[in-house]
Each structure stands twice: as structure tokens, then as C-alpha cells.
DNA sequence: TCCTCATATAAAAAGATGCTCATATACTAG
DNA sequence: CTAGTATATGAGCATCTTTTTATATGAGGA
């Protein structure tokens, strides 16, 4: 019921960015040298340096040196089905600010319409 | 196996913050007036009011006002399940930088070392 | 040894977020 | 209608994050 705040927040504020979650979705079908990810997210070099080691310390990631490449992969294949179990939820959240401007319901004065007192 | 990027990186970002997780946290118990909101997590009235918006427009809570006093739950009981989902991954993340920087294994000088040539 | 490739790190610039303070709106009681 | 309570909104700062630019490190080959 009461989840360990830090540890989560952590999570969510490494994974809440679109690049780190491209990254994610490159290593999500198996192990890649950062040449390879350079490739296939278009991100620049120093850029996507930058966000391997957020992913790296966080421990999402793990990275091994083989000759003069590094190669990446995820720490845990698990996270894999976390993410898509949080796609999901995401992608049924319907948002409530459709119109330019959020209104709250005039309770009080719909209630008088109706001729209701307040309960 | 490719998920819907932009849909889960607001979700993460929406969660990605400990005032906002504190609120949950409390509304994971059921519906609370903003007053009882405030008295649970001790926030100023404004912020509390800021991050009760954040999580309204993106879909995670619901308001309903009820005389003086607006209400928030959860849109989506199931979001707890997957706060646990993802508390538990969370806490399994060994933090890699553990010592005040990361080292590279000196992969060339220790294959010198052992006689063994680059595969 | 010197050069080049692969990758990391550091510092500065640009952008986004969270917080506070002041103020506005909705409701109810009198 | 007035005052008080409950809650929201907006502007300004401070801070944190991301991006860019410049530079460093480690590996392998000539």
C-alpha cells in the first residue's frame, strides 16, 4: 500500500523522457554498441552519451566493453513488460482538458435550478 | 513491443515527482476532499492545488464537486497495481555508481596482461 | 610512436518545472 | 448583499534538466 516513494519517483523521473525512452526501445530487442544506438535513434553522439549514463547509473542499464566498442543492454528483460503494462494505462488516460479552459460544474446553481437544497 | 513513446513518457513524467506520489498515496485509500488532501500530506494549499491540477488534466485523477468542497479520487483504481508493479522493479535497481565515479574496465591493458589478442 | 575511431566527460546555454505569493472564483451562512 | 470558507489561477523566481559545444580517454592499427 505504501510503496517506497524515492525508489519510485526515481524510476519514473529517469524513464520520463523520450529519449532515454527511445534508447530503451532500441535495447528492448537485445544488446547494442553505441554505435548501433547512434544509428538507429539519430541522436548526437554526446547527447546520447548523456542519457546511457542516466540510464546506466539508475541500473536500468548495463554496459561492457569488448574491444573498442560498448555495448549495452538492459539490466533487467523484466522492465520490458513493465513498460508495456504502463503503456497501456497510459494510453487509456483520456484528457479531461479537451476545451481550452477546465470549468468546474456550477453545483450551487444547478442545484437551485432543480429547486434541491445541498445535502 | 513498440509502445506508444509520447502517451508513456507524460504518464512518467506526471509520476515522476514526489508531491504528486504523496497525493496518490493518499488517495490510493479512497476519495478525499482537497482539505483532507492538505491535511494528510502537509502541503501549502496552493501547491497541493498545482500538482492536483497537473494530475487532473492528465487523466490519473478525477474531481467532483460536492457543495463548498471538491473531491479527487483516482480515475483508475488499477493504477495502484501498477504503482506496485513498478515500486517493486524500482527498489530491485542496484545503484552501479556506487563509488564517487565509474570506471571503465581497462579492457586493452588487462588483455596485454593476459596475452590474449581482441576476438 | 602516432593516428584514427569509439565513446565519455565537462562546462556553458537553453529550456522546463516546481514553489511562493498575491489574488480570484465558487459556495454557504447570516 | 456581505462575509467567510474552500479551492483555483497567475506571475515571478529559483532550480533542475536537457541540449550543445568543446575536449578528453581508451583501443587498435600502421
Redesign the pocket.
Given at each position: 500500500m505504501a510503496f517506497s516513494l524515492a525508489a519510485v519517483e526515481r524510476f519514473f523521473?529517469?524513464l520520463?523522457?523520450?529519449?532515454?525512452l527511445r534508447i530503451l526501445q532500441v535495447l528492448g530487442t537485445g544488446e547494442r554498441?553505441?554505435?548501433?544506438?547512434?544509428d538507429q535513434t539519430r541522436?548526437?553522439?554526446?547527447?546520447?552519451?548523456?542519457?546511457?549514463?542516466?540510464l546506466?547509473e539508475a541500473g536500468v542499464l548495463t554496459?561492457e566493453?569488448?574491444?573498442?566498442?560498448?555495448?549495452?543492454r538492459l539490466a533487467e528483460r523484466s522492465l520490458l513488460n513493465l513498460l508495456e503494462a504502463c503503456a497501456k494505462y497510459a494510453e487509456t488516460l483520456t484528457d479531461p482538458k479537451a476545451g481550452p479552459?477546465?470549468?468546474?460544474?456550477?453545483?450551487?446553481?444547478?442545484?437551485?435550478m432543480m429547486g434541491q437544497?445541498?445535502r
Open positions: 523521473k529517469v520520463g523522457d523520450d529519449n532515454r554498441s553505441v554505435s548501433e544506438i547512434l541522436l548526437p553522439q554526446t547527447l546520447a552519451s548523456f542519457h546511457l549514463r542516466i546506466r554496459a566493453r569488448r574491444g573498442p566498442f560498448i555495448y549495452y479552459e477546465f470549468h468546474w460544474p456550477p453545483w450551487g446553481q444547478m442545484c437551485r437544497r445541498r
